[in-house]
């Protein structure tokens, strides 16, 4: 049988599309280190899929750690499921300075959020190459397009997401398999009380809801765009920063992470 796998299903926009997936008849994996909420969120769904007989498995795991991903694939393996969606959304970011921050941190997101995303993807491409059918959806963020100072390491992370999927949707070309990197802006979930943003923070209640951007995603997953920027004034601003001279923007995102 053929799966939606999605990491960090438990919250937020992965939960969204976990969601969506069950509406749209995919069986799914949902992946996440809260087994508690994976619990909820599968009964939840099978609640939604009574009439559709779809199954929905659970993966409880911490995507950070070492050999990780392939406790992922072995768990897909044994179980016979075929992963036709692959949808990396799982990560985290960490605001502050740099150098004050803890290292395991930042190191801890470079595996979730870069490593976790490329094996993943590593694990799962070849069987899909096979069938010549399958689909990735890669969690960037506006932040994919610009430096980040006071989330470096989180801006980072996000600009290898989108080059790496802007590459692999080239590469992939003519094979059935397509790439899509989905990039929001900021958005109402639990990430902002991960990265640690202080409540009265400019960008820490935004108007986006995990809804909304799951929607857009799984749309422009379903029609294999390679990067899908969410809403009108995130595409502008992406538009508009080409012509800032690279220092000045680096000062203007810094002024607005403060
Ligand atoms: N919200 C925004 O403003 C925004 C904007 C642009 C891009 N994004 C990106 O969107 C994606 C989803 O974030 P979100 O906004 O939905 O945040 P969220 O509500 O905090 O959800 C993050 C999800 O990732 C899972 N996760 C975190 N660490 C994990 C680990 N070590 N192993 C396995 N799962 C882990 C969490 O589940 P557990 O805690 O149960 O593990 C949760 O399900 C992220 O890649 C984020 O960078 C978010």
């Not at 995919?26 to 609640?47: C, H, I, P, S, T």
């Not at 995507?63 to 992963?83: D, M, Q, R, T, Y």
């Not at 108007?207 to 995130?234: C, H, M, P």
């Amino acid at each position: 049988m053929t799966y939606t796998l999605i990491t960090g299903a438990s919250s937020g926009i992965g939960l969204e599309l976990a969601r969506i997936a069950v509406r749209e008849r995919n069986n799914v994996v949902l992946v996440a280190r809260d087994g508690k909420k994976l619990k909820e969120v599968q009964k939840e769904l099978l609640a939604q899929s009574k009439h559709k007989k779809l199954s929905v498995e659970i993966l409880e795991i911490d995507l950070s750690k070492s050999g990780a991903s392939k406790k992922v694939f072995e768990f897909c393996e044994n179980k016979k499921l075929f992963i036709s969606t692959l949808i990396n959304n799982a990560g985290f970011g960490d605001y502050g300075v740099f150098a004050e921050s803890d290292l395991k941190t930042q190191v801890s997101m470079i595996h979730l959020n870069v490593q976790t995303v490329t094996e993943l993807t590593h694990l799962f491409l070849p069987a899909m190459l096979k069938q010549k059918n399958g689909k990735i959806l890669n969690l960037g963020s506006v932040a994919s397009f610009l430096p980040g100072p006071l989330m470096s390491v989180y801006f980072a992370t996000k600009n290898y997401v989108l080059s790496f999927s802007r590459a692999l949707s080239e590469e992939l070309r003519g094979t059935g398999v397509t790439v899509t990197c989905l990039c929001p802006g900021s958005t109402n979930t639990g990430f902002g009380k991960a990265a640690h943003v202080s409540d009265t923070h400019s960008t820490a209640h935004p108007k986006t809801t995990a809804k909304e951007v799951a929607e857009f995603g799984w749309y422009s997953l379903q029609a294999g765009d390679s990067v899908a920027i969410y809403g009108r004034s995130n595409r502008l601003m992406i538009q508009m920063i080409k012509f800032v001279p690279r220092n000045m923007l680096t000062r203007l995102v810094k002024r607005i992470q403060k």
